[in-house]
Nanobody, 124 residues
Framework: QVQLVESGGGLVQAGGSLRLSCTAS????????VGWFRQGQEKAREGVAS???????KYADSVKGRFTISRDDAKNTLSLQMDSLKPDDTGLYYC??????????????????WGQGTQVTVSS
């Protein structure tokens, strides 16, 4: 059974930074694309960043230049470094695992397994 556990969320002032982590158990990350998604209050879930098994990344326009996604397959861990945070970045952040190497990008429908999420709150 695949289990994804996110950590690293919290409350931060605008302009600050947070680093999210996601650890998988029950299946290896290797050979599979992974991604980060978020859902704000009364908003649809949206893709934030994704990375293929080969390391190709994709970012939402709203986070380009501020967020960095990375993976460590040896540790079965996915990370999201978030800098210059804005109040609009507030939401529940999820990591997700695809069944395929090449990323379905920022489309949530392309991901088979999901974590429970970690809350990020950015105050103005």
């Amino acid at each position: 059974q695949v289990q994804l556990v996110e950590s690293g969320g919290g409350l931060v002032q605008a302009g600050g930074s947070l680093r999210l982590s996601c650890t998988a158990s029950g299946t290896p990350f290797g050979g599979r694309a992974v991604g980060w998604f978020r859902q704000g209050q009364e908003k649809a879930r949206e893709g934030v960043a994704s990375i293929t098994c080969g390391g190709t990344t994709k970012y939402a326009d709203s986070v380009k230049g501020r967020f960095t996604i990375s993976r460590d397959d040896a540790k079965n861990t996915l990370s999201l470094q978030m800098d210059s945070l804005k109040p609009d970045d507030t939401g529940l952040y999820y990591c997700a695992l695809s069944d395929f190497c090449n990323s379905p990008g920022l489309n949530p429908a392309g991901y088979a397994s999901w974590g429970q999420g970690t809350q990020v709150t950015v105050s103005s």
